[in-house]
Each structure stands twice: as C-alpha cells, then as structure tokens.
C-alpha cells in the first residue's frame, strides 16, 4: 500500500527492477508506484539512497530508466510516466553516520517523457 502524500523514496514501496542491466545492452529499467506527484519524484532528494552501491540495494545508475506510477491512497493507478536516472550523488550525512561502511548515493530522475 503506498504512503499518502508521499515526498520522498520509502522501503515500504519499494522499487522494482523490470528488465536487469546486460554490459553493453539498453539501460536497467526499473518501475514504482506511489502516492507522489510527478513533480515530487523529479526533485532532488526524492529518490535518497537509491543510486548504485547505496545500502538500500536499489542500485540505479545514471543512464537508466525509471517507470513511475502515480497511484491514489488505494492503490489504483492514476498516472504512469517514464524518467531517466541523469545524476548520481554520494550522500556525505548518510555515509558518514554509517561509518563509511554503508554508502548511500542519493539518484536524480529527469522530467517525465
């Protein structure tokens, strides 16, 4: 079940890897589905730990693609958009209260298309 009025990445919707990245191949797709609007998911922070090597185990990189599903506080869909990954941010807060250990990379997703 999605959180209502959701405004940034949570565990408890997770994200869902869609087609897996081949080296050289078309980017790794990945789909969610939340309460958030377009413009939330598009604003930096939104997508906290997600990126490539980050503890959360999402793993996306810059380059892929991101299905996003609007959905209401029932979970019934309300509005699908497609994102691409274009930036990848080490998160220096969350690295360093991990004891560097556990990096987390924070990702940025571009404008829908």
Known sequence: ???????????STPVALLEPYIVGAAPTVFYAGSTAVSAAIIATG???????????GVGMRVGDLLLHTQLTTAGVPVKA?????VAS?????????????????DITVATAT
């Open 1 to 11: 079940m999605p959180l209502a009025g959701q405004t940034t990445y949570s565990s």
């Open 81 to 85: 958009t497609l994102h691409a990954v």
């Open 89 to 105: 941010t080490a998160n220096q807060a969350s690295t360093i209260a991990s004891s560097g250990f556990n990096a987390a990379y």
């Open 46 to 56: 939104f997508w906290s730990a997600c990126g490539y090597g980050s503890r959360s």
